[in-house]
């Protein structure tokens, strides 16, 4: 087991015993145990879509810790899918997916919060775009989380799917255990909801909105051999990131409450563009930026003097978010000299997930 250092100033230094555990030994299922849930098993197959995210910040990385959920932050919801299919079953847990422990974990979790006994047969289609920015686990976790819950009746609301998701986050590790990861909340509020999410700390909702509806959104992934994550993304998000914040958090938080969200309301990407450009440069976000070497400043600001609307890097990178009226055509000429290319060419989901029942 990893011993990792916290630093978040010249006084501020912790270790953190980074843990691994088989899936199912540590489930935290904030109490809802103790209510009676009256569950009704869906029969056939419920079927979610739920789109990816591209995180643009955490609001104060010193609220949070791979086993403490929070921190606050924004992205938005695109059209690049997961899928998760989930029928009842009399007692057996089947899981078809190549990151099977994450998902087997929660379920137990699921179970153990509303009192399910049954089981679930569980076959989920994955974005297939991993540690690069776009949010794969948590649109997952969402993914399945909603079917399991209209598969028995929909006991849980929203928000204590996104709780349940939050204290319990786990990434993959090498040896087929897992380990409580990083978690904000805004992947799954955003995949839930669709559009622009705005989170507080403790994985509230505080805010959400349609946003550039009808524009084309581009994901830019630019050449790093630098890792986004495991022990490389533990010793970025909890050391310079969060000396950052100390001194920034407070700037942040004014643009999002004063400056983001009446841009959002007047549909203006123009002044959200700049809003998110303005953060690329402050607190842990310039952390997460940096990580990848300046190089990702220089390829975001060209991009950005070739009068793109909104430019952004979506969280640990490498992945670089351009929305724009632009078409593909029109963004390769401008990619083409710096030597990138369009990986994903899509546009913002503001519907939120899709659940279809079959028989």
């Known amino acids: 087991m990893a011993i990792l250092k916290i630093r978040g100033g010249d006084l501020d230094l912790v270790e953190y015993e980074f843990r691994t555990f088989p899936p199912g030994e540590n489930l935290k299922t904030l109490g809802l145990e103790k209510k009676k849930f009256m569950?009704?098993?869906t029969k056939g197959k419920v079927v979610v879509r739920a789109p990816g995210r591209i995180h643009l910040t955490v609001l104060d990385m010193n609220r949070f810790a791979p086993d403490h959920p929070g921190g606050g932050g924004i992205g938005f919801a695109i059209q690049c899918y997961c899928t998760a299919e989930v029928t009842c079953t009399k007692k057996e847990v089947t899981v078809e997916y190549n990151r099977?422990?994450?998902?087997e974990n929660f379920v137990a979790v699921f179970r153990k919060a509303v009192g399910y006994t049954g089981g679930f047969a569980i076959n989920i289609t994955d974005h297939d775009h991993k540690h690069v920015g776009l949010g794969s686990t948590?649109?997952?976790?969402?993914?399945v989380a909603t079917a399991m819950n209209e598969a028995v009746g929909s006991p849980l609301t929203n928000t204590q799917l996104r709780h349940l998701i939050g204290h319990n986050y786990c990434e993959e590790t090498a040896d087929g255990s897992i380990a409580f990861g990083f978690e904000t909340g805004v992947?799954?509020?955003a995949s839930t909801y669709g559009g622009m999410a705005v989170m507080g700390d403790e994985l509230a909702l505080a805010y959400h909105h349609s946003f550039a509806e009808g524009k084309n959104v581009?994901?830019?992934l630019p050449p790093t051999e630098i890792s986004s994550a495991g022990t490389q993304e533990f010793d970025l998000l909890m050391n310079k990131a969060r000396t950052l914040d100390y001194r920034d958090r407070e700037l942040k938080a004014y643009f999002l409450l004063m400056d983001l969200i009446p841009a959002l309301e007047r549909d203006d990407v123009k002044k959200i563009g700049e809003i998110i450009w303005e953060i690329e440069f402050r607190g842990s976000k310039r952390a997460e930026v940096e990580h990848h070497s300046y190089g990702i400043y220089h390829y975001m600001n060209l991009l950005r003097e070739a009068k793109l609307e909104f430019v952004g890097m979506s969280s640990v990178g490498p992945a670089?978010?351009?929305v724009t009226d632009k078409d593909r055509k029109a963004l390769e000429k401008v990619l083409k000299p710096l030597g990138l290319e369009v990986a994903i060419a899509t546009r913002v989901d503001n519907q939120g997930?899709?659940?279809?029942h079959t028989r």
């Not at 099977?100 to 998902?103: E, H, L, R, S």
């Open 39 to 41: 569950l009704q098993h």
């Open 187 to 189: 992947g799954p509020a």
């Open 218 to 220: 581009y994901i830019i």
């Open 100 to 103: 099977a422990a994450i998902i």
């Open 320 to 322: 670089i978010a351009v």
């Open 138 to 143: 948590s649109t997952v976790m969402i993914a």
């Open 353 to 356: 997930l899709q659940v279809v």
